[in-house]
């Protein structure tokens, strides 16, 4: 049997967290090639080193003008200009227009200097080497003023802000090939229990699929990390000691699921309390009590050592881990971000505990709704899989009515799922 734990009371979720950040250290930031950083937060306030558009230019196929020569142009009484040449999108052969003439000047294309506007080919017909317009434009129309979006120097994404898909073009549109952030976390996501045996094998006896180190790896890919999975099906602590120290040559960070808490073989437990940098302790939450946190190795490597039951896993990954994970990237904001929606049904929680409820987001008339799925089992994986937000319950909270306004968790989901 493993020895008594140090810590008996449980200790609110949020002084958790709180003693989790003081321990995990952002990660170096480097540049980067600019898809890498696609989810993972710039490292540095991003200026325009090149005004958006980068020079005046037209926004319609047509013709570049005086709008002076153009100005009193009808259908009865159409102006007449002389097309002295053309200028294509890369193009820069004409650098000046002529008052009394038009060049032919294609979306894109830099308006030369002394055009005031584009007449459309629409409003146009060509006779010979003549354009006839036979409808004014407005001064300055269809003409795109360079600096007119983004002035140089302007400031575009603030340091801890995350690259998105439209950052990424945003920054390319600035010829920002390279970015820096900070580098993807490697995450190794270790299963423990002698029940476990990897999906598409087949089960025997008392064996279960090893869902966690699954899930977890698929929600440490979801926060920007990249995941190592492993399984120690053994409850021998020399075996999982030798497994954890092969594996934290290439972690930035380990989080391992199952034996932490009361069992005879709770050998996570056993060997990383031996080390005395990692603490174990419960948390006044469900699910998601018993846990635990630290360092292990030389390079003092965070861990986290999360219970077992999947839902369990899960919600401590997302209370947690994630957290952790802004923290190493370089988040602007690491913690959990709750929104406000609106409880569909009526809910009884346990006093005393923060409760994490599974529930389905809909959208209506701009409010979330929340209904509850799944129960409140840390088993009930298929319930889980059904929400897309966690209810957080205060530990004061008994009972909360239909109707009421409840904090939410919205979880991440894949486009289109
Ligand atoms: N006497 C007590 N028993 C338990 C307590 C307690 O306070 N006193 N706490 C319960 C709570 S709450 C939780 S949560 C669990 C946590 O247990 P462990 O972290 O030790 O996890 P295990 O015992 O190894 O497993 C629990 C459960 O989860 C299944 N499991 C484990 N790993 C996986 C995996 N990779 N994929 C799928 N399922 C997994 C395992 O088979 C067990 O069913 O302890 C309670 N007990
Ligand atoms: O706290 Mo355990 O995490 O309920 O299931």
């Given at each position: 049997m493993s020895s008594p734990p140090?810590?008996?009371?449980?200790?609110?979720?949020?002084?958790?967290?709180?003693?989790?950040?003081?321990?995990?250290?952002?990660?170096?930031?480097?540049?980067?090639?600019?898809?890498?950083?696609?989810?993972?937060?710039?490292?540095?306030?991003?200026?325009?080193?090149?005004?958006?558009?980068?020079?005046?230019?037209?926004?319609?196929?047509?013709?570049?003008?005086?709008?002076r020569d153009v100005a009193e142009a009808t259908a009865e009484r159409p102006v007449h200009l002389p097309v002295v040449g053309e200028i294509a999108a890369g193009q820069t052969t004409i650098h000046t227009l002529t008052p009394g003439t038009a060049v032919r000047i294609m979306?894109?294309?830099?308006?030369?200097?002394?055009?005031?506007?584009?007449?459309?080919?629409?409003?146009?017909?060509?006779?010979?080497?003549?354009?006839?317009?036979?409808?004014?434009?407005?001064?300055?129309?269809?003409?795109?003023?360079?600096?007119?979006?983004?002035a140089r120097g302007d400031l575009l994404m603030r340091r801890g802000e995350v690259v998105g898909t439209r950052q990424v073009g945003l920054l390319a549109a600035l010829g920002r090939g390279r970015v820096a952030t900070a580098p993807r976390p490697r995450v190794v996501v270790m299963s423990t229990g002698l029940e476990l045996?990897?999906?598409?094998?087949?089960?025997?006896?008392?064996?279960?699929?090893?869902?966690?180190?699954?899930?977890?790896?698929?929600?440490?890919?979801?926060?920007?990390?990249?995941?190592?999975?492993?399984?120690?099906?053994?409850?021998?602590?020399?075996?999982?000691?030798?497994?954890?120290?092969?594996?934290?040559?290439?972690?930035?960070?380990?989080?391992?699921?199952?034996?932490?808490?009361?069992?005879?073989?709770?050998?996570?437990?056993?060997?990383?309390?031996?080390?005395?940098?990692v603490e174990f302790l419960e948390v006044a939450m469900q699910p998601g009590k018993p846990q635990g946190f630290g360092v292990v190795g030389e390079d003092r490597t965070p861990i986290f050592t999360l219970p077992g039951n999947p839902v369990s896993a899960y919600v401590s990954f997302e209370s947690f881990v994630a957290p952790a994970l802004r923290r190493m990237t370089g988040h602007a904001r690491v913690e959990p971000v709750l929104r406000a929606g609106v409880l569909t049904e009526a809910v009884r929680s346990m006093r005393g505990k923060t409760q994490l409820l599974r529930a389905r987001v809909e959208h209506s008339g701009g409010r979330l709704l929340l209904t509850p799925v799944g129960g409140p089992?840390?088993?009930?994986?298929?319930?889980?899989?059904?929400?897309?937000?966690?209810?957080v319950l205060d530990a004061d909270v008994t009972a909360v009515s239909q109707g009421d306004v409840v904090p939410a968790l919205l979880l991440d989901r894949v486009a289109g799922s």
């Open positions: 140090r810590e008996t009371r449980p200790i609110p979720p949020e002084d958790y967290l709180r003693r989790v950040l003081e321990v995990v250290t952002p990660l170096e930031a480097a540049e980067r090639p600019l898809l890498d950083a696609l989810g993972l937060p710039v490292a540095e306030d991003v200026h325009a080193d090149v005004p958006l558009p980068v020079f005046d230019n037209s926004s319609m196929d047509g013709y570049a003008v005086a709008f979306t894109g294309a830099p308006v030369p200097t002394g055009a005031t506007a584009v007449v459309p080919f629409e409003w146009t017909t060509e006779e010979g080497r003549q354009v006839v317009v036979s409808q004014a434009p407005e001064e300055g129309q269809h003409v795109r003023r360079s600096g007119e979006e983004v045996v990897e999906p598409g094998k087949p089960l025997q006896g008392a064996q279960i699929y090893d869902s966690n180190s699954y899930l977890l790896a698929a929600a440490v890919r979801a926060h920007g990390g990249i995941a190592y999975r492993a399984t120690a099906t053994t409850d021998d602590p020399d075996q999982f000691a030798d497994a954890l120290a092969d594996q934290l040559l290439r972690a930035d960070m380990v989080v391992t699921s199952g034996g932490v808490s009361k069992g005879t073989h709770d050998v996570v437990k056993e060997v990383l309390r031996e080390l005395g940098t089992g840390s088993h009930l994986i298929a319930g889980l899989a059904q929400a897309d937000a966690l209810v």
